[in-house]
């Protein structure tokens, strides 16, 4: 097991990273449980990771509940919210009540802003069973729910005691899924450090093959990424927002095409291209460096063309991006591969001649 | 006008309290707005008041929209919440957005945790127009909204970024609203400071005819006495719980005869003579005590009497308070007059012999 520590102001909490880790989960939620716990999972997760989850609680003497929702991103969504609330009163749970997320990406937001909210904040662990919500969304406090109008528009910054990744989990996750991970891992690869992208393009056959050593370091050589990030940016106010390469547009297309038709991990690969293809456009990045992009997505089996739509439809969605500021659409490009800045003034006619690149 | 400065980790806010502030609105909202406001109100203030809030904006050249809403308790719910989400969105609002929230503690707690969550937290500031408010809730960053089950019970730790008490908004407030506002003002009293209370029982009659120099003062101890305790425990670990005196009580008859019927000051009012009852059958005080909060109370012509139910239906409420803790109802009681104290390991029985002797 390895195990980063996450610093932020006035909290701190471990990550720990390893194969097999549910076996010994008792151990490691001990320090962070008090009177009780309630597990938020969902209908695919459940089946497969409750019962070591229930057995840890047990183990440790504390009274539990479990509340199911149904799977998919199209359930991150105030109804499910509603669920939870509705079923964490229902078992009377208080604020000495811990709550495990037990599940990817949207458990992990729905469960983390569940925690902040319920009774204006109970403590939480997150254990991702994802390779997205493992290497990215498990890491940085970022909590919430989609709104009909746009992707992650309610929500909170709030920290958990503590996450909890067991790579063995990954074994059961759909293809599709992993390789929607990946999409993640390869761009904390072209964030920040051109060395771990060459040894990303070395290792990705071992990745796609679940390779447990390569996994692990991959994942935490991300996690360590993003922590670092967070430390000098918790609430996103400068060099955070470079983690949402790819996710303007990303966000657009899984707005537009229904949540849950597209994976997240799909929308950002096909994003990450419309981002190189547009910094190429303003002479930051050669046309060979795309093409590196394009074809380590495509080892990891990702797509790297958008959806078919048109030019007002892709500039309705990303007029409600959080980063925008005065009305101005703020975009995430590269200056180089391994070098990320925000930049504004992104036009109508940008996005046409940009879609006719692509 | 006077000005305090509220002091919570990592985040200073003032709170400015006078008559007629509205009018010079522009020059007190100026250091807090940046692109653009949404105002947040309902719709008996908005026809008062919305008027010269628009017209600072309008000064300030900052453009604005704004949300109402229907007036009321029972409109402080999930269904409301995502009324102002869904118009911040539709008004392009982002996250250089101001919130000013121009109400009474329904809106403020509304407003202050749509500000909370709304794209993670966006600033803003609170224009209390009722006592209640000016006195109470727009200090100390609670925010929240009811759930079915409970009041209070999602909700966020948010401060804003000003709060702006205008006394002359007072005088449009109906007389019952009023009163309310005046249990929470006793509250303060008996939590304490003897003095204070001495105090309040000598200038009662000129607050119950609105006078404006015994309203500003007054305003602005409770203010006080609140920022106070709020800086030593933001989060409620301790000393805070105290400000919920009555309010165990008050939560359980606002619940049970519906939001809305009993307005929160008054089902606080009633709840302060249960827990005064309780504290007498405690021996903490004397039956002289509890009936010189009696006749404080009546004097601001605030109920003194719960409304008939059974000690089953009371515990059934009481049972989700936030204060419990594994299970056991946890109440504020009257050490002596001026000091209160959270005690544990209140039975059926007890509330059954309580409701006897009221």
């Given at each position: 097991m390895q195990t980063l520590q996450v610093h932020t102001p006035g909290h701190s909490y471990p990550i720990?990273?390893?194969?097999r880790l549910l076996d010994n989960l008792a151990e490691l939620i001990r320090p962070h449980i008090r009177d009780k716990a309630a597990i938020i999972s969902n209908e695919?997760?459940?089946?497969?990771?409750?019962?070591?989850?229930?057995?840890?609680?047990?183990?440790?003497?504390?009274?539990?509940?479990?509340?199911?929702?149904?799977?998919?991103?199209?359930?991150?969504?105030?109804?499910?919210?509603?669920?939870?609330?509705?079923?964490?009163?229902?078992?009377?749970?208080d604020r000495r009540t811990t709550l495990l997320a037990l599940g990817g990406?949207?458990?992990?937001?729905?469960?983390?802003?569940?925690a902040a909210t319920y009774q204006r904040g109970i403590p939480f662990i997150q254990i991702p069973t994802t390779l997205l919500s493992q290497v990215d969304s498990s890491v940085g406090g970022k909590t919430g729910i989609n709104h009909p109008f746009g992707k992650n528009m309610i929500g909170a910054f709030y920290q958990p005691q503590a996450v909890i990744a067991d790579t063995a989990t990954l074994r059961t996750l759909p293809p599709r899924e992993f390789s929607a991970g990946l999409a993640e891992v390869i761009k904390y690869a072209l964030l920040g450090d051109i060395n771990f992208l060459a040894q990303l393009e070395?290792?990705?056959?071992?990745?796609?093959?679940?390779?447990?050593?390569?996994?692990?370091?991959?994942?935490?050589?991300?996690?360590?990424?993003k922590a670092d990030i967070v430390e000098q940016d918790e609430k996103e106010h400068g060099i955070r927002a470079h983690l949402n390469l790819g996710h303007t547009f990303g966000h657009a297309i899984e707005t537009q095409m229904g949540y849950g038709n597209w994976l997240h991990g799909e929308a950002v690969a096909a994003g990450m291209v419309l981002a190189a293809r547009l910094s190429e456009r303003k002479g930051y990045l050669k046309t060979a460096d795309t093409e590196r992009i394009i074809r380590l997505l495509q080892a990891a089996r990702?797509?790297?063309?958008?959806?078919?739509?048109?030019?007002?439809?892709?500039?309705?969605?990303?007029?409600?991006?959080k980063k925008n500021q005065a009305g101005q659409i703020r975009l995430v490009l590269l200056k180089q591969l391994g070098q990320a800045a925000v930049e504004?003034?992104?036009?109508?006619?940008?996005?046409?001649?940009?879609?006719?690149?692509?």
């Open positions: 720990h990273i390893g194969h695919t997760v459940a089946p497969l990771y409750l019962a070591p989850v229930e057995a840890a609680c047990r183990q440790l003497g504390i009274p539990f509940c479990a509340i199911i929702l149904p799977d998919g991103e199209q359930y991150k969504s105030n109804e499910s919210l509603q669920q939870i609330y509705t079923g964490l009163l229902q078992h009377h749970t990406g949207v458990i992990g937001d729905l469960a983390g802003f569940a070395h290792t990705m056959p071992a990745l796609m093959q679940q390779d447990q050593a390569a996994l692990a370091g991959t994942i935490r050589h991300c996690c360590q990424m990702l797509p790297v063309s958008p959806p078919d739509f048109s030019a007002d439809t892709w500039l309705a969605h990303m007029q409600h991006d504004a003034g992104f036009s109508r006619e940008d996005m046409a001649s940009l879609l006719q690149s692509v």
